[in-house]
């Protein structure tokens, strides 16, 4: 007769067979067979109940030890750059195991909250119980839940505030976290979900009112996953930070360095100034320095405040506040250049011709001090005659030589044919309480193009150098719009009677021609917005696609290190190329460019989410004391659901949802982006004229709700509700018919 193991037995075997547990595993093992397997049952179910074993499936492993092959959490990066994970359902005693993953240069960029599928060593070690090397990505784990807390008998609920959340969650009772009704609370999923009913959630946090004005910014904070806490370790080194000593840089002090960015910028990252060249071998032409903070002097490789700002990989800003990449003491202090303080600076002379074409370039590693900082709106007026007494002194010493540098680049611009998109920016102003003031667009001024050409050929200079040097580095990727983009932009252009020939391969010059065609006429905004929708998403890469909308072959971000780590990267790059110095761009580094692009790529693009989210919401608590009133706009967007609105005067976005319409079925046209109507034969598409009436504006969410009133200045056709409910009920008498066909066969 077999003889059945003792506990301890099976425990010591579990423990040396971790990957070959299951039952039938155990029995085989120890030979066990026939009416024996019935006792070895009831001691693995003992062995559970007493914690001693964790069963997951039809496998049972010692809990305070992991299975060879396990799925992971990532927590994030520590202040020496090494990326650690932890188990997610952690059954053993104590606190979950500590791991080490080991990143190749071809794994996938990781992201705190991702899941991995990992091959796990387990290690002895101080810091940590295991290595892992990453199998593949599964996924994020459950984002968090925002949203507000309604209490209620039974524990209570939470209503998202997320626009495209529908589903609320059940709080049970005594997993409210201490939460008051109606306030702002982030949770996370309780327990596995359920297959009826509410999901569950236990609240974490507890946010305070929503219907404060400044809750609409932390909202996108915690909505979006923003850092807005630097970890002590990155403090205690921004604070360490010393001003820079002079040593081998290049003296740029004697130049009239000016700053020149909006009135309420909170850094400084880029200075320029101008003057004709005095070489007779080029006649009408101009010398040009730009000169960009030295972020790289103060954030080493593997710093703390690097692996924070890598994981941040830029700032976010928003009405009210920011969330830096750098903390205030580097990016407000001492990396800003700020008027009249001693800064260092990485710089570039940049020598054009008098057609505005750049001929020779250099970068030097500098000293330099800003005679001014300008606000566009200053600098703008004292070039139109209006000078203030900080501008005066500038005016034809540094100003006008600006202006003709520019001129210059502006003749080089049009005959490259950037794309010339006319889409305003949108400016909320805030009352210091933090209530909205007034929703207008920013005026686009000469001095706001002149700067950006400047920057635009300094990281044009960047890009050639380092790529001419043979040294990696990030380059600004935008590629060419596709095929069927092309094709739906010409559909645009056609039902806008607009002559638009893309040509076999797509070109910056054909749209701009379309561009001019439709300036002035009632179809120039949906025109704009159709070629900007028709764009691809720009991103870094350490391959060189060249940028579709800038028309350059190569493209590098290099003028703002202060807020992209991009720009950081590429300084380091320079440096290295230089031998400036032991703080260029590491071996390390170089070889995870790859994924560090991705990372950056994507942290762009949830800081811009979080931007847009925060205007909606700021937009909607504008628009809130205005429901019922009767509104102007244009049809910017077109889905089976409904039609999407840019209300005049504010450019908020508004929803009319197809319900709301009328009584009659409406036919979504995906190629066509059209609704229309089976009764009334009304046809709603992009770039029609609407009168709206505000039907909700709601702030927690952003969402705005529209009734549609008018199109193109004629009332809305009104179906019949006779002949509508004629028609459905004809529908459901088919479908019966149907169904019953279908049972009968």
């Given at each position: ?65 992991l ?27 104590g ?92 949770a ?24 404060r ?22 403090i ?11 040593g ?21 990252d ?44 830029n ?17 407000g ?84 044919q ?25 005026e686009?001024?000469?001095?706001h ?13 960047a ?34 009677g607009?002559?638009?020939?893309a ?13 001019a ?9 949906l ?33 703002s ?20 110095g ?27 989410q979080?931007?847009r ?51 009659e ?26 009168l ?22 004629e ?31």
């Open positions: 007769m077999t003889r059945t193991p003792t506990k301890e037995d099976i425990l010591a075997w579990v423990a040396d067979n971790p990957s070959k547990a299951s039952k039938r595993d155990i029995a085989r093992a120890f030979g066990i067979r026939g009416p024996a397997r019935i006792d070895l049952k009831r001691q693995l179910r003992e062995l559970e109940a007493e914690g001693r074993l964790a069963k997951r499936r039809k496998t049972h492993r010692d809990p305070d030890r299975p060879p092959v396990s799925v992971l959490r990532v927590d994030g990066i520590d202040t020496d750059g090494d990326l650690f994970a932890r188990p997610p359902e952690w059954q053993g005693q606190e979950a195991p500590t791991i080490l993953v080991l990143q190749r240069s071809d794994d996938p960029a990781l992201a705190p909250g991702d899941r991995i599928l990992a091959r796990l060593e387990e290690i002895k070690g101080d810091t940590h119980a295991y290595e892992a090397r990453v199998i593949r990505r599964i996924g994020t784990s459950p984002g968090k839940i925002l949203g507000i807390f309604r209490k209620s008998d039974s524990g209570g609920r939470i209503v998202p505030i997320d626009k495209g959340a529908s589903r609320e969650w059940h709080v049970p009772p005594g997993a409210d976290g201490g939460a008051k009704d109606g306030e702002l609370v982030e996370g999923q309780a327990g596995p979900r359920a297959r009826l009913g509410l999901p569950h959630a236990r609240i974490a946090s507890c946010l305070g009112d929503p219907s004005p400044r809750s609409v910014s932390l909202i996108a904070i915690h909505q979006h996953g923003l850092r807005d806490d630097f970890p002590d370790e990155a205690v080194e921004a604070d360490a930070a010393r001003p820079v000593d002079p081998t840089r290049t003296d740029l002090t004697s130049l009239p360095f000016v700053t020149i960015d909006p009135a309420d910028a909170r850094d400084h880029d200075a320029v100034w101008a003057e004709p060249d005095p070489s007779p071998a080029n006649a009408g032409g101009h010398v040009l320095w730009v000169a960009i903070a030295d972020v790289a002097h103060y954030v080493r490789p593997g710093s703390a405040i690097d692996i924070e700002a890598r994981e941040r990989g700032s976010t800003y928003f009405p009210d506040r920011v969330v830096p990449m750098l903390p205030d003491r580097l990016s202090h001492l990396c800003s250049l700020l008027e009249g303080e001693l800064r260092p600076c990485i710089a570039v002379r940049l020598v054009i011709d008098a057609n505005g074409e750049l001929i020779a370039h250099e970068f030097q590693r500098a000293l330099m001090r800003s005679a001014a900082a300008l606000s566009y709106e200053e600098a703008q007026a004292a070039l139109d005659g209006r000078p203030n007494k900080r501008a005066e002194p500038l005016r034809g010493m540094v100003l006008e030589p600006l202006q003709a540098a520019h001129a210059a680049l502006r003749d080089a611009r049009e005959r490259r950037p794309l010339d998109l006319d889409l305003p920016e949108r400016e909320i102003v805030l009352d210091e309480d933090g209530t909205v003031r007034s929703v207008a667009f920013k686009r001024l000469d001095m193009r002149l700067i950006e050409e400047f920057m635009v050929l300094a990281n044009v200079a890009a050639r150098t380092l790529a001419g040097s043979g040294t990696q580095l990030l380059f600004r990727v935008h590629e060419e719009p596709s095929r069927e983009k092309i094709r739906a932009l010409r559909d645009v252009a056609k039902a806008a607009l002559p638009f020939n040509g076999t391969v797509p070109s910056t010059r054909n749209l701009n021609r379309l561009l065609a439709a300036a002035g006429t009632d179809d120039g905004a025109v704009n917005l159709s070629v900007l929708r028709s764009m691809t998403q720009a991103y870094y890469s350490p391959g060189n696609l060249g940028h579709f909308g800038l028309a350059l072959k190569a493209y590098a971000h290099f003028t290190p202060i807020r992209r780590y991009a720009d950081l990267l590429v300084h380091r790059a320079l440096i290295r190329a230089h031998g400036w032991n703080d260029g761009l590491t071996d390390a580094e170089a070889e995870r460019l790859g994924a560090t692009a991705e990372h950056i790529s994507g942290t762009e693009r949830r800081s811009m979080a931007e989210d925060t205007s909606d919401r700021y937009l909607a608590a504008y628009m809130a004391d205005r429901v019922g009133t009767e509104l102007s706009g244009r049809i910017s967007g077109v889905l089976r659901f409904g039609a999407f609105v840019e209300l005049d005067g504010t450019g908020a976005d508004g929803l009319i949802p197809v319900r709301a319409i009328g009584y079925h409406f036919h979504f046209d995906r190629a066509a982006q059209t609704l229309t109507g089976d009764d009334t034969n009304t046809v709603i598409s992009v770039g029609q004229r609407v709206v009436r505000l039907a909700e504006a709601v702030p927690a969410t952003g969402g705005i709700l529209l009734e549609l009133l008018e199109i193109g200045g009332p809305l056709p009104r179906a019949r509700r006779i002949r509508m409910s004629a028609r459905r009920k004809a529908a459901k008498a088919r479908k019966r018919a149907a169904k019953l066909k279908r049972k009968g066969k």
